[in-house]
């Protein structure tokens, strides 16, 4: 089964690293991640900036570089980039920008909104939410008027599944990611989105799976080809995030 891997991390030490709630996470380099998922047919992936990242992206500029073609980046920027680095972030594979709303570590929420649009109507770039689902409601608001975003690992809390699905009507990408950090059973979620939209849902290994209750195994992809048909595996698990990220296919 051809994978592309919609969520995953780089943790390389010789670069920033900085601590998110007296955290500071393991390294978990790019051969790292290789050496992982070499039993897979990972096909493509996007390196998602984390909150120990702060906004140094050097890391992320050299781990696409060493992954290669397939692989694209999701960046935490502050609202007063510059044009400039914008460019650059975009010419080396950089296609979103993330707020981390659960943790913090990124640019603050009020600012979703402007510089969502800004990269948006500059370069295209789509917005990805680390964002516990039971907060949906009160940024209802703001993410109405965002053109096009995602939400990572299944919107995290069973408490707003119901603001989830809203989203997911409206056509919003779900993340099929972080079955450890959930509060409930990923298994008819993953259903009922899929019933609303088959286009929705992402399929992400999470690696290294920093702070997750239960760290990403091979049982999370045996989950989906035990409970979806051949062709929705293809869709959740490569088709829906290649063309989302925009992986030539």
Same mark, same amino acid.
């Given at each position: 089964?051809?994978? #592309?891997?919609?969520?995953?991390?780089?943790?390389?030490?010789?670069?920033?690293?900085?601590?998110? *709630?007296?955290?500071?996470?393991?390294?978990?380099?790019?051969?790292? /991640?290789?050496? #992982?998922?070499?039993?897979?047919?990972?096909?493509?992936?996007?390196?998602?900036?984390?909150?120990?990242?702060?906004?140094?992206?050097?890391?992320?500029?050299?781990?696409?570089?060493?992954?290669?073609? $397939?692989?694209?980046?999701?960046? $935490?920027?502050?609202?007063?980039?510059? &044009?400039?680095?914008?460019?650059?972030?975009?010419?080396?594979?950089?296609?979103?920008?993330?707020?981390?709303?659960?943790?913090?570590?990124?640019?603050?929420?009020?600012?979703?909104?402007?510089?969502? *649009?800004?990269?948006?109507?500059?370069?295209?770039?789509?917005?990805?939410? /680390? %964002?516990?689902?039971?907060?949906?409601?009160?940024?209802?608001? %703001?993410?109405? *008027?965002?053109?096009?975003?995602?939400?990572?690992?299944?919107?995290?809390?069973?408490?707003?599944?119901?603001?989830?699905?809203?989203?997911?009507?409206?056509?919003?990408?779900?993340?099929?990611?972080?079955?450890?950090?959930?509060? #409930? &059973?990923?298994?008819?979620?993953?259903?009922?989105?899929?019933?609303?939209?088959?286009?929705?849902?992402?399929?992400?290994?999470?690696?290294?799976?920093?702070?997750?209750?239960?760290?990403?195994?091979?049982? &999370?992809?045996?989950?989906?080809? &035990?409970? #979806?048909?051949?062709?929705?595996?293809?869709?959740?698990?490569?088709? $829906?995030?290649?063309?989302?990220?925009?992986?030539?296919?």
């Amino acid at each position: 089964m051809k994978i #592309f891997d919609s969520h995953f991390h780089i943790i390389n030490p010789d670069f920033p690293l900085v601590e998110n *709630n007296g955290y500071l996470p393991p390294a978990f380099k790019v051969e790292d /991640y290789q050496a #992982f998922i070499k039993e897979h047919q990972v096909v493509g992936g996007a390196v998602v900036s984390g909150s120990f990242q702060a906004f140094d992206q050097h890391y992320l500029l050299d781990a696409l570089k060493r992954l290669g073609g $397939n692989f694209f980046g999701v960046a $935490n920027i502050p609202v007063n980039i510059t &044009d400039e680095e914008v460019e650059m972030l975009d010419k080396a594979g950089v296609v979103a920008v993330r707020f981390n709303i659960k943790r913090g570590g990124s640019e603050k929420p009020e600012h979703i909104e402007k510089l969502s *649009n800004y990269l948006y109507e500059k370069l295209n770039w789509h917005t990805e939410l /680390y %964002v516990d689902s039971k907060d949906l409601k009160d940024l209802k608001t %703001v993410l109405a *008027n965002i053109p096009k975003f995602s939400i990572d690992h299944l919107g995290l809390s069973n408490e707003g599944l119901d603001d989830l699905y809203y989203w997911v009507e409206k056509g919003v990408k779900i993340k099929a990611t972080g079955f450890g950090r959930i509060d #409930f &059973d990923p298994v008819p979620v993953m259903k009922q989105i899929y019933s609303i939209n088959p286009d929705a849902l992402m399929f992400g290994t999470d690696l290294p799976s920093t702070r997750a209750k239960v760290p990403f195994t091979e049982k &999370d992809i045996q989950l989906i080809r &035990d409970h #979806f048909s051949g062709e929705e595996q293809e869709k959740i698990c490569f088709t $829906n995030a290649a063309e989302w990220y925009g992986m030539k296919v």
